[in-house]
């Protein structure tokens, strides 16, 4: 910025110079000049106002920026990926937001979507399980009310599940029961038989997984049934107090409804409101917060609508 020029004072100007004058003639004269002084100065500014200074304009400079670090050199967030500890992971990052954030930013090479290791996976029908026919080293009853045989989940997804049925109950919008958990590579290969033999390719594949591509697969999913004297089937499950409630409070416990009506384009499935799919507690939340319907679109990536061929 720069300083405004400072307007010259009477006294600040050269002295007079003459013969000395007796005192009262001395003030007299004085005060005569500084009065012709003022005047002229009066008149000056009145008649010249000086052009106003231009503003100089200043770039804004963001303070706050930062270059982006990655988030895998963090000693934290490497402990709890060599123990395996997803939770912790997330945290590591800062919680559920930041760490979708550094996904979508390819900030975290770390993290691998396709990894079924982890909570954070993508199966969907461009992106098989990688092995195809992979299978997660420990598995653990559902502590609920089942309908099939397909009753186990991994041990951190069971007691998810539990709460979960124990928080609607208190709630007061009925018994949750589990009607599929697990199904093995080789299940999956009969359960998606028989659809195509019932109902034809196009419409099994809006409806099941193809072998390798199945949230099921992974351990990480079950498909949830509304109970009371006995449990229905996953067709009636849907518009129950329990399914409204599930959709409404299931990100609390570490779930989200996979398969969205609004999702269909993306995923390529019909909207199933019973199955839930696990991600975690921190992740969960940031996807309920943020208005999300499908992973693909919560981790940036393509819509997958059909299989490649």
């Not at 609607?168 to 589990?178: K, R, T």
């Not at 004297?229 to 399914?243: H, K, L, V, W, Y």
């Not at 019973?274 to 917060?289: F, Q």
Request: aromatic fraction near 8%.
């Amino acid at each position: 910025m720069y300083a405004a020029p400072q307007p010259q004072h009477a006294e600040s100007r050269s002295p007079i110079h003459g013969p000395a004058l007796p005192i009262g003639l001395a003030i007299t004269a004085l005060g005569v000049l500084l009065s012709l002084a003022g005047a002229s100065d009066a008149s000056t500014s009145a008649a010249v106002q000086p052009e106003p200074l231009a503003v100089l304009e200043v770039p804004a400079v963001d303070v706050g920026a930062t270059p982006a670090v990655d988030p895998c050199a963090d000693p934290a967030v490497q402990q709890a990926l060599a123990a395996g500890d997803d939770a912790a992971t997330v945290a590591g990052f800062g919680g559920g937001e930041s760490f979708r954030a550094a996904v979508v930013a390819g900030n975290a090479p770390c993290i691998a979507l396709d990894d079924p290791a982890h909570s954070w996976v993508v199966v969907n029908k461009a992106r098989p399980l990688v092995p195809m026919d992979y299978a997660p080293p420990v598995l653990a009853p559902l502590p609920m009310q089942t309908t099939t045989s397909a009753n186990q989940v991994r041990p951190e997804v069971a007691a998810a599940a539990g709460e979960l049925a124990q928080a609607a109950d208190a709630a007061g919008v009925g018994q949750l029961g589990a009607n599929n958990g697990y199904r093995s590579y080789g299940l999956q290969v009969a359960t998606y038989e028989s659809y195509v033999e019932d109902l034809g390719q196009a419409e099994a594949d809006a409806g099941s997984a193809r072998p390798g591509h199945s949230e099921h697969q992974t351990g990480l999913a079950l498909d949830v049934v509304a109970c009371g004297g006995g449990c229905g089937g996953i067709d009636g499950f849907g518009g129950t107090p329990q399914s409204d409630w599930v959709a409404a409070h299931g990100w609390e416990h570490g779930f989200i409804v996979r398969y969205e009506t609004v999702g269909t384009g993306v995923t390529g499935y019909e909207p199933e409101p019973w199955h839930i799919r696990y991600i975690g507690v921190d992740l969960a939340a940031a996807y309920h917060d943020g208005g999300f319907h499908t992973l693909e679109e919560f981790f940036g990536l393509p819509a997958a609508p059909d299989y490649p061929h």
